[in-house]
């Protein structure tokens, strides 16, 4: 059974489907408001998504992010959570340890 890529208005499906009417009414059967965009048959039968697309290449510098938003609070532990959410996209508990954990280190 192929494997399609389905982009609607909201989402992206990937389902298996005998052809490209059975995969349109997937769609149409879970999301019934959605407008398919654009429909593919992969060319095999498995999914793919690329780190690079996604920005996954580097490895992170955890530590290092926590210090530099510590020096640019100037020691304010709020402020330099805060800003560590908003560099890595963290929530509030993992930013919170990461820089308590690097105020102890001797930030």
């Known amino acids: 059974m192929p494997l399609f890529e389905i982009e609607t208005d909201a989402h992206i499906i990937i389902t ?4 490209e ?3 349109r009414q997937v769609v149409a059967e879970a999301y019934p408001s959605d407008e398919v965009i654009r429909l593919t048959k992969r060319p095999r039968d498995t999914w793919v998504i690329s780190k690079g697309s996604l920005g996954l290449t580097k490895p992170v510098d955890i530590c290092g992010i926590a210090r530099d938003c510590l020096a640019k609070s100037a020691g304010d532990k709020v402020h ?4 560590y959410m908003h560099e890595t996209g ?3 508990e993992k930013a919170r340890k990461v820089i308590e954990s690097n105020m102890v280190m001797g930030w």
Request: glycine letters at 0%; charged letters at 30%; proline letters at 0%.
């Open 16 to 19: 298996w489907a005998e052809n």
């Open 21 to 23: 009417d059975a995969a």
């Open 80 to 83: 330099a959570i805060r800003l």
């Open 90 to 92: 963290s929530d509030l």
